[in-house]
């Protein structure tokens, strides 16, 4: 079974740079064989077809990214610097590979369709760890939450939706992590408490 996992990972993992490359639609299953290094033969003995294979590999990278996202919650530094770095992993994990292609609005469009579940259930998860870590920060006193006058999960919505809105604006890339380094200070700013 170890050994099927890792030829799975070895064909997922090959199979994303050709669909940045091409787009979904032009990506062949011959074009993700040859990548990968193994027949066609083996590779339909591992997914039945194109749609499987983009939604194992949606899922094996929204997964990575979560785990990226967990390393950097558990760092080191205060609770805004975990959050900067937690967001900045998921961006390089599952929005940057994908802000140079020429497809990405293709390869958006078709992870909605074959793998929408999983992109919203990482979404939730996301909110959840960000929630659980304003509001233990909080508790500690870590932050003041009053004086921006919203809970921990109303501001982690806040910071995922600013994370949206920026990609949606500025793309991928160096725009986007300087406007998320810029709302991240905003966000220190009016979030830490007063030490005089």
């Known amino acids: ?11 997922l993992d090959a199979a994303l740079p050709v669909f940045i490359r091409y787009g979904f ?31 194992a590999g949606s899922a094996r990278a929204h ?15 205060d609770v805004v610097a975990r959050i900067e ?26 992870n909605m369709a074959l793998a929408e579940d999983i992109t919203l259930d990482t979404r939730a ?31 982690a919505d806040m910071i995922v939706s600013a994370m949206d809105g920026i990609k949606h604006v500025r793309g991928a890339g160096a725009a986007l992590e300087d406007g998320m380094r810029l709302f991240m200070r905003i966000l220190r ?3 830490m408490p007063d030490r005089n």
Not at 28 to 42: E, P, T
């Open 85 to 110: 770095a937690a967001i900045t992993a998921f961006q390089s994990s599952l929005i940057a590979p994908f802000g140079g292609s020429a497809e990405a609005a293709e390869l958006f469009t078709a």
């Open 25 to 55: 639609r032009k990506t062949s299953m011959a074009d993700i064989a040859q990548a990968a290094g193994i027949s066609r033969a083996s590779l339909y003995l591992a997914f039945s077809n194109k749609e499987q294979l983009f939604r």
């Open 1 to 11: 079974m170890v050994q099927n996992d890792q030829k799975t990972a070895w064909i």
């Open 189 to 191: 700013a009016a979030t």
């Open 63 to 77: 997964a990575k990214a979560m785990d990226e996202v967990g390393l950097a919650l558990s760092g080191e530094g």
């Open 125 to 155: 998860r996301l909110l959840e760890q960000l929630a659980s870590h304003l509001s233990k920060a909080a508790q500690n006193g870590e932050i003041n939450l009053s004086n921006v006058g919203a809970g921990p999960k109303d501001l």
